[in-house]
């Protein structure tokens, strides 16, 4: 089992790593690890016989996080969905799909089962993509946690119908159906008892020992706990945590809870994903691809007509309808488990049992593809028949515009400045290639575009040549810097204000034509310490005459700072942070004798704090000559603080 896990977790480091640089679904990247190392590619996992087990603790923690971000009163008030769209859902799919296997030849009862088996969805990928999406809380993500509910419950009850329907049953399914749902209930109002009474208390008394270690073990042995009492009821482990995460989403607790729980819940879930891919035989793909692809189609595209029209009568807009019919289009996880249950009891030939997992598993790789790529879809589909393009739209709306501010990225800081904007009267006009972001802004403000900033056409489209002002408020600072080039060729005289999250490229900023760089973390600090000195007495006037010194200089003062053993030494980016490190000057040391500047450590990328002598700062611009046991202040990454010390101490 060790080196099982060893392997899946060495390839999945370097496959996800190659996955986020293509900007493809972890889920996809996990999938091809357990393709490549399973018995029918390299063969380097044969049978891992726990892995299942450890892998199903994945989707047990995904479903507690979810219920976390469900309140009771909503779940009450989802009964309809649940109920009413689920159980049509499963009825419907369920019934054309068997209808379609039996017309393939397939015996009526196993092509009842595996008709109803392909009607259930995948819990793991719908719920991690409508989580990394921030759609959870939206109109199609809300039927889909609803319908994937009541899913969980027909899974359970399913498992207990194939012995029963291969004649080895100790119970006819018109007994199985109300025990199964009698133990949903007790165990429901079980949780609900130690949810009102026991929970709060447990971590009431955790909270107080200040105890980040026990509080983490008290998370993990309720979601373990919750799973492993569903278990013994005869259920479905993920549907018992699910409860239990919504009870606990009313505490004072929840983030806290989410938080820790969060690297577990990935993990895990990874090494689900990868056990689904290894179930599945490459050479399928080699001798009946067409096969495959056909029965691929045609469960997609099945299951996506039906369910949108099921969301549509219901009175639901037709954007909700297509995008929940996306959303549980794909088969399941449990489809595997059924399949491999049915071929046990001899209910299925093992050449169909192959085709319909290739099937399925084609079908669930899709998934995280179309779930993110329906949110720009949504976008074009808004856009009425015959009306110009997004381009020539955006430049018609801004064509009388003249003085305005453009805003490229409208994020929480764009956001802030836009609202200030509006306050005064000012005009502004947004960029932002987040979809989702763009759909909810666009609800209620006319003035958010989706598109790339760093596109020159888009920059001309929204009057950048007639703006007063251009603010670049992007995340990433390799995009600023490639929007302030494009703006700056485009437009010379224009004012451009950039924000940055520090000050580890605001040299390059500078040089490419920014007027103002405005570092978010130092500019917070500036803040700070105002406050302070403004609350010890001291001036306003002498107070905002530092402010600008430091400005002025381009935040010198606050280069670098002491990292501690807690302190991640890269940034956001993956850049080095600059770190502050001072180097007490030993008798003997090479910097004796001599003055920082005439060392070159800026060669090395290094800056000359400050030296201190018995605790007071010598002024640098006299050129001081350094001596035994002065202290030499440096700001920089890492790399050049050792390499610098190396220099004052031994002249390397």
Not at 543 to 571: C, I, W
Request: charged share 20%; proline share 4%; aromatic share 6%.
């Amino acid at each position: 089992m060790f080196t099982d896990l060893l392997i899946i977790l060495a390839c999945s480091l370097l496959v996800i790593a190659l996955f986020r640089r293509l900007r493809l679904p972890p889920v996809l990247g996990y999938l091809c690890v357990g393709l490549l190392v399973g018995p029918a590619a390299l063969d380097w996992i044969d049978s891992a016989r726990d892995l299942p087990r450890l892998a199903e603790l994945g989707v047990v923690f995904l479903l507690f996080s979810l219920g976390l971000e469900f309140s009771l009163p909503r779940m009450l008030a989802m009964r309809g969905t649940v109920f009413g769209l689920g159980s049509a859902q499963v009825a419907l799919c369920g019934t054309a799909l068997g209808a379609a296997l039996w017309l393939a030849g397939l015996a009526p009862v196993s092509a009842a089962l595996l008709g109803l088996g392909l009607a259930l969805s995948s819990t793991a990928i719908v719920g991690k993509e409508l989580v990394s999406l921030g759609e959870v809380f939206s109109g199609h993500g809300q039927n889909a946690m609803g319908v994937l509910l009541f899913q969980d419950l027909v899974a359970v009850l399913l498992l207990t119908l194939v012995p029963v329907v291969a004649g080895q049953g100790g119970e006819p399914w018109y007994w199985a159906l109300p025990l199964t749902l009698g133990k949903t209930l007790l165990l429901f109002f079980g949780l609900l008892l130690a949810s009102r009474w026991l929970l709060p208390k447990l971590f009431h008394e955790v909270a107080q020992s200040h105890s980040a270690e026990l509080f983490v073990m008290l998370a993990l042995v309720i979601v373990l706990l919750t799973a492993w009492l569903t278990h013994l009821l005869g259920l479905s482990m993920a549907l018992g945590a699910f409860l239990a995460g919504m009870l606990l989403g009313e505490s004072h607790y929840r983030h806290q809870i989410e938080a820790d729980i969060r690297p577990f819940r990935d993990i895990l879930l990874g090494l689900f994903f990868v056990s689904v891919g290894m179930l599945i035989d490459l050479r399928l793909f080699a001798e009946q691809g067409w096969a495959i692809l056909g029965a691929t189609l045609l469960l997609l595209t099945l299951k996506f007509g039906l369910v949108a029209l099921l969301v549509r009568l219901r009175g639901e807009d037709n954007e909700t309808a297509w995008r929940s019919g996306l959303a549980l289009a794909q088969a399941g996880e449990f489809f595997f488990a059924l399949v491999a249950l049915m071929r046990q009891q001899n209910l299925l030939e093992a050449p169909l049992a192959g085709l319909l997992l290739a099937a399925a598993f084609c079908s669930m790789a899709l998934t995280p593809l179309l779930l993110r790529g329906a949110p720009l879809l949504a976008l074009r589909l808004r856009r009425k028949a015959g009306r110009e393009s997004p381009l020539e739209e955006i430049a018609s709306r801004s064509a009388e515009l003249e003085g305005h501010v453009v805003i490229c990225g409208y994020g929480r800081v764009g956001q802030s400045i836009g609202r200030f904007l509006q306050r005064e009267g000012q005009v502004f006009v947004a960029l932002d290639d987040d979809p989702v972001r763009v759909e909810e802004a666009s609800a209620g403000e006319s003035n958010v575009h989706y598109g790339d900033s760093r596109r020159r056409d888009l920059l001309e489209a929204v009057g950048l040549e007639r703006a007063r002002l251009l603010v670049v408020a992007v995340d990433k600072t390799d995009v600023a810097l490639h929007i302030v080039e494009q703006a700056r060729l485009h437009c010379p005289e224009l004012q451009i204000l950039v924000r940055t999250r520090d000050d580890s490229c605001l040299a390059e900023l500078q040089a490419a034509g920014a007027s103002e760089v405005v570092p978010e973390v130092l500019e917070s600090s500036l803040m700070l310490a105002s406050h302070a000195l403004v609350m010890l007495g001291i001036p306003e006037r002498r107070v905002r005459q530092h402010l600008d010194e430091v400005r002025r200089n381009r935040y010198r003062l606050l280069h670098g700072f002491y990292h501690g053993a807690q302190t991640n030494l890269l940034d956001a980016q993956g850049q080095p942070r600059l770190l502050l490190h001072a180097v007490n000057l030993p008798e003997n040391a090479y910097a004796c004798g001599q003055c920082p500047a005439d060392l070159h450590l800026e060669e090395l990328g290094l800056e000359v704090q400050a030296v201190r002598r018995d605790g007071i700062d010598l002024p640098l611009e006299q050129r001081p000559q350094l001596r035994e046991g002065d202290a030499v202040l440096l700001s920089g990454p890492l790399q050049a603080i050792e390499a610098g010390e190396a220099r004052l101490l031994g002249g390397d």
